[in-house]
């Protein structure tokens, strides 16, 4: 005799878990544009003079010349739709029976990748500008969720 | 430090620096969740431990008895004859103290793993626990101990249905009468 079949009251698998959990930090210039996105509900860039480019989300080095930036500058609350897409399946999997909305919404040389909302999915249109709605400043937490969403002007 | 590099570039940060909100930071837990199949051998193991018995496996070839139970023989290749139920005593193979638990706290009372061979297994064939009910000064090799199960209403088909082994009396040697 050998022992080829299982104790039918044994246990299947072994269930467990692994405690993995991370912190992840923005980094130099990210934690300057998120501290002035959730104290001062103002969106920042840097500008590089050398090559006349203005990042946003601000970035200490310019990804063309290298140069280390610190010329930062305030881009306003307000963007272009530069493209947007619909989104009918939610993070877990489910279905939505209303799309979620969401645009790259450009910022000087740069941009946002942000949900719209306040306008109808018919109306929405490349190059429609868009302004930031904020949260209440109790309940920003210093992410790019503390912006709600984008509305149109 | 090199030569070159008196102090590297960077903020290094604190947990205190995280405590005290001075920088921002995503928090995110990922789904570190696993099933790790048990196969024959562990199966019938940790059913076993569920009835309160230590499993074996039983090479008629090899006459080796492993704890706990395989079902190919790692002496001769060849699927093993048997599982064999053995006792839950056993002796202390060797141990340790520690003073530091699985997640790095520091802790007064050490707890104390050990591989303890299982009566009934051949030689030096043992399962890795841990001892209690003993003080650590006390603890030798080659001491015998037994197991402390947990009711059997609460196993669930684990290692941890052992609670701990605790030392016991020294078997009585049949020693010839002179």
């Keep these: 005799m050998t022992l080829l079949n299982r104790d039918p009251n044994a246990p299947e698998a072994w269930l467990g878990e692994l405690p993995v959990t991370n912190r992840y930090t923005f980094g130099l210039a990210g934690e300057k544009f998120f501290r002035t996105l959730k104290d001062e509900g103002r969106i920042l860039g840097t500008h590089c003079s050398h090559c006349d480019q203005t990042y946003v989300p601000a970035t200490v080095f310019c990804e063309r010349c290298l140069a280390k930036l610190d010329e930062w500058v305030d881009v306003g609350t307000s963007g272009e739709i530069d493209t947007f897409t619909l989104l009918y399946v939610n993070l877990d999997g489910s279905f939505r029976e209303k799309p979620e909305i969401i645009a790259f919404v450009r910022f000087a040389d740069g941009g946002l990748v942000h949900r719209l909302g306040g306008v109808e999915i018919d109306h929405v249109e490349i190059g429609m500008v868009v302004q930031a709605v904020f949260k209440p400043a109790s309940e920003r937490i210093g992410s790019i969720l503390d912006i709600d969403y984008f509305k149109p002007v | ?178």
């Design chain 2, 1 to 178: 430090m090199t030569a070159k590099i008196k102090e590297f570039p960077g903020i290094s940060l604190s947990e205190q620096d995280f405590i005290d909100g001075k920088i921002l930071y995503n928090f995110d837990k990922l789904n570190g969740q696993y099933a790790w199949d048990t196969g024959i051998g562990i199966g019938s193991y940790l059913a076993s431990l569920k009835n309160g018995v230590i499993l074996g496996s039983h090479c008629k070839t090899c006459r080796k008895v492993v704890v706990p139970p395989r079902i190919i023989c790692e002496w001769c290749y060849r699927p093993m004859d048997e599982f064999v139920p053995l006792k839950d005593t056993g002796i202390v193979n060797t141990f340790s103290l520690c003073y530091v638990t699985w997640d790095m706290k520091r802790i007064k009372e050490p707890e104390i793993p050990a591989v303890i061979n299982i009566d009934g297994a051949s030689p030096l064939h043992g399962i890795m626990h841990m001892l209690g009910e003993v003080d650590p000064k006390e603890i030798k090799v080659g001491m015998r101990v037994q197991a402390v199960w947990k009711p059997a209403d609460e196993r669930q088909g684990s290692i941890n249905d052992i609670l701990y082994f605790k030392p016991i009396e020294e078997q009585s040697h049949d020693t010839p009468e002179s």
